[in-house]
């Protein structure tokens, strides 16, 4: 009995560690695919300026150098332009792909959207460098908020379980 | 050996109230109130030893028991009265210590009016009328 | 009723000082304050039980 008590005290514990644990990895998660969005827009504007290549065909490239979730969001922007035009399959990709990113930056990335594919290559490269500014902004209120959350929600998560487990004991 | 014991948990008390007061001052209280609680509870048995040692005592000596009665019942108000007092002058809360303490000594002098009547009866025999 | 029970009370004071310090230092000042009244309820209950069958014991030993 005692060891079943003691077993079960020490689950509460390592639960509540890593639900802390967790939460903290959103804000480290949300920094790295804010970066790894921003790379990916910088080689999709280089890619437009000079190879010319049809955005179809650059979405599937990014989408092989990329990782995770950014790969899914512009895998998925590429098969839904074989239905409709770039400006929907994009937002529409970014609404279905599961990310870390808070609904601010999907609205920002969402911008981009609008004029896809709708005007000349040097429309498209400044509405490019204009998103990748407000990912700029977005970056640093992601890393501003790492630093003030994710130590925080570590400790709280292990201090918690340690508080529970005492209380119960 | 529970002299030891009494000592060891003022001292392991005393130890982490002295911790604890610089973070949380409000947990302190709670460990001097366990404290308090703990040695009470330690001196308790011993106390009960006592009481059944005068009770025997009375009654081979024929003495009237209901006085013995409302002398336990002092003790034990007093007892009671003391472990709040302290704790709320070791809170900061003279004024409410001091209330406490009046109250108790009201409450003594209630219960120990038979006595005192019953003194009164004896002086009144003993006098000249 | 033993000496735990002071060990315990003791740990969750030191752990609710840590939460309250770690959330302010986030800058949730309500939060932290928030998280030392449950902790002192917490305690409070724990604390009044005993102090009843303290209460009790020293009720029935004297006979009030």
New interface residues.
């Given amino acids: 009995m005692l060891t079943i008590k003691w077993i079960s005290l020490i689950l509460v514990f390592i639960t509540t560690f890593f639900i802390g644990i967790l939460i903290s990895k959103k804000y480290k998660k949300r920094v790295e695919e804010l970066n790894e969005m921003k790379n990916a827009l910088s080689i999709f504007k280089t890619k437009i300026k000079y190879t010319y290549e049809p955005i179809p065909e650059i979405f599937n490239q990014i989408s092989k150098i990329s990782t995770n979730n950014i790969k899914n969001i512009f895998k998925k922007s590429t098969d839904n332009m074989k239905k409709t035009n770039a400006g929907t399959a994009w937002s529409k990709a970014l609404d279905e792909s599961s990310t870390y990113l808070t609904y601010e930056d999907i609205e920002v990335l969402k911008g981009l959207g609008k004029l896809l594919g709708k005007t000349d290559i040097q429309g498209q490269i400044s509405e490019i460098d204009l998103t990748s500014n407000f990912l700029d902004v977005q970056i640093a209120k992601a890393r501003n908020e790492q630093d003030k959350n994710e130590k925080m929600y570590k400790t709280l998560g292990a201090i918690i379980g340690l508080v529970f487990v005492i209380v119960l004991i | 050996m529970d002299i030891i014991k009494i000592i060891g948990i003022g001292l392991t008390s005393l130890i982490i109230i002295i911790v604890l007061r610089q973070y949380k001052p409000e947990f302190a209280v709670y460990v001097s109130l366990i404290a308090g609680a703990l040695i009470l509870f330690l001196v308790i048995d011993k106390i009960a030893g006592i009481i059944s040692l005068l009770t025997e005592l009375s009654n081979k000596s024929n003495m009237n028991s209901q006085f013995l009665v409302i002398l336990l019942k002092i003790t034990g108000i007093a007892f009671l009265t003391e472990f709040a007092v302290s704790i709320c002058k070791d809170s900061g809360e003279s004024a409410i210590a001091n209330k406490i303490d009046l109250g108790g000594k009201v409450i003594i002098i209630a219960i120990s009016i038979p006595i005192i009547s019953a003194l009164l009866e004896t002086i009144i025999n003993v006098l000249p009328a | 009723?033993?000496?735990?029970?002071?060990?315990?009370?003791?740990?969750?004071?030191?752990?609710?000082?840590?939460?309250?310090q770690?959330?302010v230092?986030?800058?949730r000042e309500d939060q932290a304050m928030m998280t030392?009244l449950a902790?002192?309820v917490?305690?409070?209950t724990m604390?009044i039980k005993?102090?009843s069958t303290?209460?009790e014991?020293?009720?029935t030993?004297?006979?009030?």
């Fill in positions: 009723m033993d000496i735990n029970l002071l060990f315990k009370i003791a740990a969750i004071g030191i752990l609710v000082a840590v939460l309250h770690v959330l230092r986030a800058g030392t902790g002192l917490i305690v409070l604390v005993e102090i303290l209460f014991t020293v009720r030993l004297f006979n009030l």
